[in-house]
């Protein structure tokens, strides 16, 4: 979905080494394009067997079956993630069908704006591009990028909106001391900045588990049922 060059992959699958292809496409609203692909050969990876051995060569002080147990507690914890997101964005879709503020005051927008466009700007560093490189080669305009991540950050307020609504009536749902604590640290551990205000990052993390704890507060009291 939304690939620039949709299927590529498969068809380089069946490509054999020496061989060159041509790939053309005609994108929506853009010029086509046209790609010469020579595959000069194929590597084969042989994956090592997960034993003691392989741990002890890397350092890690478990045994096979404490591993093994640990990998598949993180796998399960990853799961449930997953499964909150599809719910959470499952939720506010079909929300926004019936409520949404399609005129907020110019200077909630403009916050979610710069929010929305702070967080493009962060995901693009962790790609090692600035935003200035990023705007060069797609050759959109600051304006012409704003524009498109508008509604990504109107529904970001809407959701906050809701969000703020619940935690008025429900204050036990404030995150707890350790709670924001973790949620820092791990912020921290991630963005290794050491010009990051750290004042202004536990507040943000403070956000984060509010808004973490209402969703999940609300999720419970919701029924989903599967489409057909």
Known sequence: KNQILPDIDKDIMQMHAGEERTF??????????????????????????????????LSIKKTLEE??????????????????????????????KTYSIENLPPSIEEHYMEQTLSIF????????????????KSGKTIEEL??????????????????????????????????????????LGKYKDGALDRKKVREYCDSIVRRRNALNWLIERVSFTEKK
């Open 24 to 57: 053309s496409f005609n994108p929506q609203d853009q010029d086509p394009i046209s790609i010469k692909i020579r595959l000069t050969g194929i590597k084969e990876k042989i994956l090592p067997t997960l034993d003691q051995s392989l741990l002890d060569s």
């Open 67 to 96: 591993y093994r147990a640990e990998v598949s507690q993180k796998a399960e914890e990853m799961y449930q993630d997953y499964v909150k997101e599809l719910k959470w964005s499952s939720f506010f879709e079909e929300w926004f």
């Open 121 to 136: 700007e962060q995901d693009l560093s962790d790609s090692k591009l600035s935003l200035d490189e990023f705007l060069l």
């Open 146 to 187: 704003k524009e498109q991540l508008k509604p990504k950050a109107l529904s970001r307020a809407n959701v906050d909106l809701i969000i703020r609504s619940i935690q008025r009536q429900n204050p036990h749902l404030a995150p707890k001391e350790n709670e924001v604590d973790e949620e820092t640290k791990q912020y």
